[in-house]
């Protein structure tokens, strides 16, 4: 059970900041598939229904002291990595990728799930390997290696975008947890030297539509109606919404069905063709607000643990917003990564609002009073 001595240290804020984000998304997701199908708004109830029960998911994740997960943290990686297994044997498939598990009448991607087990995998690990001066790639070798075990799962589905978002959680974990210069230096040489071979084997187990996507993102015009329409697309949308934008339901490129993927990977450009210069800037605020207080959270945190949950969270807000920002802006390559609580899906939803939750819990729970 909560207690009440802790609902006064409640961050009203943060919680007006979580719903107001969701507001955007169901707005946003409305606009997107207004047109799409024929007037009966169904996925934008189901959206609702996703909001409801992941912020039902979100004030359970208070409800308990979060320092009981670090026990469980392996457990978590492997019941992970078991679904991870099974969508490869029993995976229902959908635009090319065997990605969802089937739940009844529903379905669930285990990829988005991975993310969080990852990342409180990581959290005991770093919390408790003793450390304090850095880690050494010998010390960074078994964490890796645990990593690498969902990411090649995913990567095979294939899903690039989850798998090289599991690689940057690693990354902006291990550069809190600590990592000796002489290390870093040796990484890095390493990397560059590699890097042809690395390429080389990468891009050969690339699918086609992968190579294209990346491709394309070197010169978007070599493919204008094939592979660079997406993002061609996207850039009309995002600079037609000018200041002010057109107006709500009123964007021709969204609601004339020229923007592909529009309630998923490129909603983004959605709000920026309807909302312009103004309603994107106040988006990207809220999501700047979040992270800036999970920043705060885990450099306030009491316990190792808790930094370690709050800067994997925080990682995968950053790189999640990021990405799909830079994807519709065509500075980065599509990878289907979506927007958090913005772009339409279920289990992306019910995931970040866990997330969110246990990091509200190790913001509440910072007090000595309660250690």
């Known amino acids: 059970m909560l207690d009440r001595r802790l609902v006064s240290n409640f961050d009203w804020t943060f919680i007006a900041a979580v719903l107001a984000l969701m507001a955007a998304g169901l707005t946003a997701v409305y606009s997107a598939t207004y047109s799409m199908d024929g007037g009966r708004h169904g996925l934008f109830v189901r959206q609702g229904y996703w909001f409801i029960a992941g912020f039902a998911v979100m004030l359970g994740a208070v409800m308990f002291d979060y320092r009981r997960l670090a026990r469980w943290g392996y457990v978590f990686y492997g019941i ?26 529903l379905s669930f991607q285990p990829s988005e799930v991975a993310k969080l087990a990852l990342i409180l995998m990581l959290a005991k690990f770093f919390s408790e390997d003793g450390v304090t001066n850095g880690h050494t790639l010998r010390q960074l070798a ?55 071979l690395a390429w080389s084997v990468f891009w050969g187990h690339l699918k086609d539509y992968q190579k294209k996507r990346i491709l394309v993102f070197l010169s978007p015009d070599s493919d204008p109606s094939g592979a660079g329409y997406h993002v061609i697309q996207s850039k009309i949308a995002i600079g037609s919404g000018a200041l002010t934008g057109k107006g709500y339901l009123n964007g021709t490129q969204s609601q004339l069905s020229f923007l592909p993927e529009r ?30 207080w999970g920043i705060e959270t885990a450099n306030k945190a009491k316990d190792r643990f808790g930094a370690m949950v709050a800067v994997g969270i925080v990682s995968m807000l950053v790189f999640h917003v990021v990405i799909n920002v830079g994807m519709t802006l065509g500075i980065m390559p599509v990878v289907g990564v979506p927007l958090p609580l913005v772009s339409y899906g279920g289990t992306s939803a019910m995931t970040t609002l866990l997330a969110l939750g246990l990091l509200f819990n190790v913001n509440m729970r910072r007090f000595h009073l309660f250690y």
């Open 80 to 105: 992970a990595v078991v679904l991870l297994i099974a969508v490869m044997a029993v995976g229902r498939s959908g635009m090319g990728a065997q990605r969802w598990l089937p739940l009844g009448p």
């Open 142 to 196: 078994r964490p890796l290696a645990l990593v690498m075990v969902p990411v090649l799962l995913v990567v095979k589905q294939p899903d690039l975008g989850t798998g090289l978002m599991m690689l940057f959680i690693f990354c902006g974990m291990v550069v809190v947890a600590g990592i000796r210069v002489k290390s870093f230096l040796t990484l890095a040489v390493t990397g560059l030297l590699a890097a042809p």
């Open 263 to 292: 309630h998923t990977d490129f909603i983004f450009s959605v709000v920026s063709e309807e909302w312009g210069f103004v309603g994107s800037l106040l988006l990207l605020l809220l999501f700047l607000f979040i992270i800036l």
